[in-house]
């Protein structure tokens, strides 16, 4: 069977990896290297350059500015890259990275490589999960999984450890992006029960303040400023990247750039001892970031510190001697390090593909949700359908209504967040289902269905029950959500719960006492006659001070009014049915309120779409 290979397509650097006899196994590219730098540069003559070469050319030729790095970050967006005459988007840049790997595999394993399992960071959202299946798709690879990245690392590491019940905590630090994950392994299973991550944070921060103090400090020395210089700043960063990794191991290191700059007087050189105490010291801020995603994945996965056994390290800044002692001090457990942080992600995603080809046995894999997903309803309140940290892929359906007599449309307002309020979570998108038969509110159902697939692109569906009729959307409009936003969203959720739920309590109210106005009115309208003067008289009196008290903004009140007025119309109601039925109309057995509306007198408005 032909192969599937994994993809760990990183903001820094890409690798690829396939199973062989059960073990998987990093491919060397054509240059000679595991690690592909995700970097796409054009010559002057045309010629695509993908990887070394288009690093190398970066640094000779910096101010021919077709060089592309870290499009990982504008994954999902509509950013556009200008290369000469033409325009690129990040699918596409991404792709040319994508073929790079394929070629490399196919070279290496001397066959086709048509199908691949592709890695991205744990809070990618649902259009930078697209954007990367369709960059595999314009790659020529057919993308059968996208994985998270920490879930990847946990598959490679529990390979060999499968029948263990272990909890893991996943510490992935990247070039580009940073992720925390809680998961739990066991008798082949692998379970994500949180994540959380900052798609801001990576090694390349580290670098530019390695950078930031070389230029101040030949700033002072020289007073040349390196920023206006291009080609400086191409080199500089180069000499960034290596100083930081030879602080890994040394506790100094020399920076050396002859001929950098040069004035009146002559060339100037660059030549400055850094010691790891100054490196930490200029990125201390930075370490102290990476608590905030790790406190919340500890928190958001509902286990204590000492219930986690493991603490593995990702990513090959996690090399930094600082990152680990954090990762330590924050853990209290000495972190993993049986596991080379560079290849782990690689192999876990070609471990994937070698249980989707049937070469790993006994193994399943379970992710979950970020955030939650709904829609909006009566009331711009926010409907939860899929709960944040739910097991992909999941599929769950409600049942809802109409708000208005006779209505034949009502639209899907597709929502993502924490918050009660639909305004305050974020817009994924809008659909209508027409045709509906005409009929009396709360009549009509409609099914409306959810579905994660196993990427974690979103799939969402309405159905009339009465004629089958049905529409979707997929998801895939950017929505450029960062883990900013997202820790902000989950923050604010909490901050807000108790005036969100007070302001959800207060506009289902105000929403149930319209219904219950109208519907009161009609059938004094319609069957008044029916009725003795003084029953009559009594319902209209509610009626007024039910509108008096909605307008003197009295939540208190116009819940009690609200039921004092349903009771009164439920007794008028049983009194024009108290007559026995003929045999051929026999009632509805039950005489159950519509979907989503309880009749225990403590409603919830669920069922009322919006329109």
Request: one cysteine or more.
């Amino acid at each position: 069977m032909p192969k599937i290979v994994g993809i760990d397509l990183g903001t820094t650097n890409s690798l690829v990896a396939f199973v062989e006899a059960g073990q998987p196994v990093v491919i060397t590219s054509a240059e000679g290297s595991e690690l592909v730098p995700s970097i796409v540069g054009f010559s002057k003559s045309g010629e695509r350059l993908v990887g070394d070469l288009a690093k190398r050319q970066a640094i000779s030729n910096p101010e021919r500015t077709t060089t592309i790095i870290s499009i990982k970050r504008h994954m999902g967006t509509d950013f556009k890259a200008q290369i000469d005459d033409k325009v690129y988007t990040p699918q596409e840049i991404s792709a040319m990275i994508l073929q790079k790997m394929k070629a490399d595999a196919e070279a290496f394993l001397g066959e086709a490589v048509e199908k691949a399992v592709i890695t991205v960071p744990a809070y990618f959202n649902d259009s930078e999960r697209q954007a990367t299946k369709d960059a595999g798709t314009i790659a020529g690879l057919e993308v059968v999984r996208i994985i998270n990245e920490p879930t990847a690392a946990a598959i490679a590491y529990g390979l060999d450890k499968q029948q263990e019940l272990l909890k893991i905590l996943v510490f992935d630090l990247g070039g580009g992006t940073f992720d925390v994950s809680v998961l739990e392994i066991g008798e082949g299973t692998y379970q994500v029960i949180s994540t959380c991550g900052d798609m801001r944070l990576g090694g390349d921060d580290w670098d530019q303040r390695i950078m930031d103090y070389l230029v101040d400090e030949f700033k002072k020395q020289n007073s040349i400023d390196l920023r206006i210089d291009r080609v400086a700043m191409q080199r500089l960063k180069d000499a960034a990247e290596q100083a930081k990794k030879e602080l890994s191991t040394e506790t100094a290191t020399t920076v050396n750039l002859p001929f950098l700059a040069a004035d009146a007087s002559g060339p100037k050189h660059l030549e400055m001892e850094l010691t790891r105490a100054r490196f930490e010291e200029l990125t201390k801020d930075l370490v102290e970031r990476l608590k905030g995603p790790f406190d919340k994945a500890l928190a958001d996965s509902g286990l204590r510190l000492g219930q986690i056994q493991k603490v593995i390290l990702v990513g090959g800044c996690t090399r930094m001697p600082m990152v680990q002692a954090f990762a330590k001090k924050i853990s209290g457990k000495e972190p993993t390090r049986d596991v080379d942080p560079d290849k782990v992600v690689s192999m876990g995603a070609a471990i994937q593909g070698g249980v989707l080809a049937g070469e790993v046995k006994d193994m399943v894999l379970l992710d979950v949700t970020s955030l939650s997903m709904g829609i909006e309803t009566a009331g711009g309140v926010f409907t939860r359908i899929i709960e944040r940290n739910s097991q992909i892929p999941i599929s769950k359906q409600k049942v809802f209504t109409t708000a208005a007599d006779g209505q034949t449309t009502v639209e899907v307002h597709v929502l993502q967040g924490e918050r009660d309020l639909a305004a305050h979570n974020r817009s994924l998108g809008r659909f209508e289902l027409k045709n509906i038969p005409p009929s009396p509110k709360g009549i009509p159902q409609i099914e409306v269905a959810f579905e994660i697939d196993a990427n974690g692109i979103l799939n969402v569906s309405a159905r009339d029950r009465a004629t089958n009729n049905k529409q979707k959307i997929t998801i895939q409009s950017p929505t450029n959500l960062t883990p900013e936003e997202i820790d902000r969203m989950v923050k604010e959720a909490q901050t807000y719960q108790e005036e969100d739920a007070k302001l959800k309590v207060e506009r289902q109210a105000r929403t149930l006492a319209d219904q219950e106005i109208e519907s009161a009115e009609k059938l004094l309208r319609e069957h008044g006659s029916r009725f003795a003067t003084d029953k009559l008289q009594r319902v209209r009196d509610v009626i007024e001070r039910l509108r008096a008290v909605l307008e003197a903004l009295d939540e208190e009140r116009t819940i009690e009014y609200t039921k004092v007025l349903k009771g009164l119309v439920y007794n008028l109601s049983s009194e024009m049915y108290a007559q026995p039925a003929e045999p051929e109309a026999a009632p509805m057995s039950g005489g159950a309120p519509p979907p989503g509306v309880s009749d225990s007198g403590d409603e919830e408005i669920l069922s009322w779409f919006q329109k």
